[in-house]
């Protein structure tokens, strides 16, 4: 085993965090505190091919793996959690889906444009009464002489009302239960297509979250992304690359909040010396530190296994879990080791406190995670 990253690779890195730390660091607060969503900033990531890491460069990608693109997710998240979630749905959800499961006409249409950033892309699983029980779907699909027509609704849709493209999944067959949901790639301005409510979060604010909207939205025949049918299985395979990103974003943040701390912990002084050298501090930074390390390993296995070709379903789901939670964990302690100050907005670890909970729900709770790994692991 080469537990070792490439040239390459560390490049990549150092190149990913001297971006966030110029371009987006100085505005997170900004960001967050008006809920603005940094296009501009998103159109330079896919200048520099951060929105197409994973896909092929005759498809205008960058040619990248997964372990390039968790790279860069852990690292932009390092700095904002808001903008690595943006790229995380666009990438690792609606475009990969396309790439995936469309047509050679699809992929050719679609992911040059989301992979340059010139489009933006969101991806639409989740309804009012269908969360973690996808296949209650409830949004539908019937035929008509020109194509499909699409009625219902989808919420907390990432980057909805800023998307160019999204990936829907609906149902055109209910006898059939999850085979009989299907993927539909919905353009901007569709008839019949429109946006709903923009979710006021408690994190990830820079993030927009929202409903779509169906009503009497008609598509042509060519917008059936895959098999009829066979959209939600389709998407379990998605989602096992989406949460390798999850678990990158998780260690992102959690890496940003230990730092902050580690920082505070040596310039913040109580009874004549830093705090760091009190041994309750320094417990808290080794614990942080050694589960960091430890939620790392596991999205860089599952990333690898992803490069090589593997499913990843168990593995992805145990980084997720793990690193989601213990996120959480490291903000907290993050923000104890500031004390009063950590409560406060002039200090990071308030925004990473805030921000890192929805790594345990989205993309599957981790409720949903336990089961999926238990499930796998009672199939041997």
């Avoid at 490049?11 to 966030?20: I, K, N, P």
């Avoid at 197409?52 to 372990?67: N, R, T």
């Avoid at 907290?332 to 080791?337: F, P, T, V, W, Y």
Wanted: proline fraction near 3%; glycine fraction near 10%.
């Amino acid at each position: 085993m080469d537990f070792d990253y490439t040239p390459d690779q560390v490049d990549l890195r150092q190149h990913v965090r001297e971006f966030a730390e110029a371009e987006i660091k100085p505005h997170v607060m900004e960001w967050d505190e008006a809920q603005a969503f940094p296009l501009d900033t998103v159109r330079r990531l896919g200048q520099l091919g951060y929105m197409g890491s994973i896909f092929p460069e005759e498809l205008g990608g960058a040619g990248l793996g997964y372990i390039e693109y968790a790279t860069i997710i852990e690292e932009l998240c390092r700095v904002d959690g808001s903008v690595g979630l943006i790229v995380a749905a666009h990438t690792s959800l609606c475009a990969n889906h396309i790439y995936k499961a469309g047509s050679e006409e699809q992929r050719r249409r679609y992911v040059p444009r989301l992979a340059s950033g010139e489009w933006i892309g969101c991806w639409s699983l989740t309804e009012p009464e269908a969360g973690s029980d996808a296949a209650g779907t409830r949004t539908t699909a019937h035929r008509d002489d020109s194509g499909w027509v699409l009625n219902g609704s989808k919420t907390f849709t990432t980057n909805a009302h800023y998307a160019d493209v999204c990936v829907a999944m609906v149902v055109t067959d209910r006898t059939r239960a999850q085979h009989g949901i299907s993927a539909f790639i919905i353009e901007k301005g569709a008839p019949g297509f429109r946006l709903g409510k923009k979710e006021n979060k408690l994190g990830m604010r820079a993030s927009a979250t929202g409903e779509v909207i169906f009503e009497d939205c008609r598509l042509p025949a060519g917008q059936l992304l895959g098999q009829e049918g066979e959209g939600f299985v389709d998407s379990l395979r998605i989602l096992d690359g989406g949460r390798i990103s999850i678990a990158a974003l998780a260690v992102g943040m959690a890496q940003g909040a230990y730092e902050a701390a580690l920082h505070y912990s040596q310039v913040r002084k109580q009874f004549g010396r830093p705090i760091s050298e009190f041994q309750a501090i320094q417990h808290k930074l080794a614990d942080m530190a050694t589960s960091i390390e430890a939620a790392r390993l596991l999205v860089m296995r599952a990333a690898w296994l992803m490069d090589h070709g593997r499913r990843v379903t168990r593995e992805s789901s145990m980084a997720k879990l793990f690193a989601s939670e213990m996120a959480v964990r490291v903000a907290d302690e993050a923000l104890q080791i500031h004390g009063g100050y950590g409560f406060i907005k002039d200090y990071p670890v308030e925004k990473f406190y805030r921000d890192v909970k929805l790594a345990t729900i989205g993309e599957g709770t981790s409720e949903i995670q336990r089961l999926v790994i238990a499930r796998q692991l009672l199939k041997n």
